[in-house]
Nanobody
Framework: QVQLVESGGGLVQAGGSLRLSCAASGRTFSSYAMGWFRQAPGKEREFVAAITWNGGNTYYADSVKGRFFISRDNAKNTVYLQMNSLKPEDTAVYYC?????????????????WGRGTQVTVSS
């Protein structure tokens, strides 16, 4: 499995931007599809975005489409989530996840490796 460490969370005003990073250990990062999920207090973990192993295809939840952008740099073993036009309802702990293989998924149950999460708080 791959080990994942998220960073870049913080407190931002509504309308602002943040970029999350997820650094992966191991030499096989490029063989994993990657995803971002989030969990707000009292709510279930929900899909945010995913990207295929080579960055060729990306997928987004409707709630973030057009505002959030996922990307990856396989040379740096890192996946990013650029978050723009943030809203208070984006407040959550954001988790990075990895799924081995070429098929991307949008369900948390299909991802086998998870980071510990990074807190994003958007004030109104």
């Amino acid at each position: 499995q791959v080990q994942l460490v998220e960073s870049g969370g913080g407190l931002v005003q509504a309308g602002g931007s943040l970029r999350l990073s997820c650094a992966a250990s191991g030499r096989t990062f490029s063989s994993y599809a990657m995803g971002w999920f989030r969990q707000a207090p009292g709510k279930e973990r929900e899909f945010v975005a995913a990207i295929t192993w080579n960055g060729g295809n990306t997928y987004y939840a409707d709630s973030v489409k057009g505002r959030f952008f996922i990307s990856r740099d396989n040379a740096k073993n890192t996946v990013y989530l650029q978050m723009n036009s943030l809203k208070p309802e984006d407040t959550a702990v954001y988790y990075c996840a990895a799924r081995p293989g070429v098929l991307v998924a949008t369900s948390a149950k299909h991802f086998g490796s998870w980071g510990r999460g990074t807190q994003v708080t958007v004030s109104s």
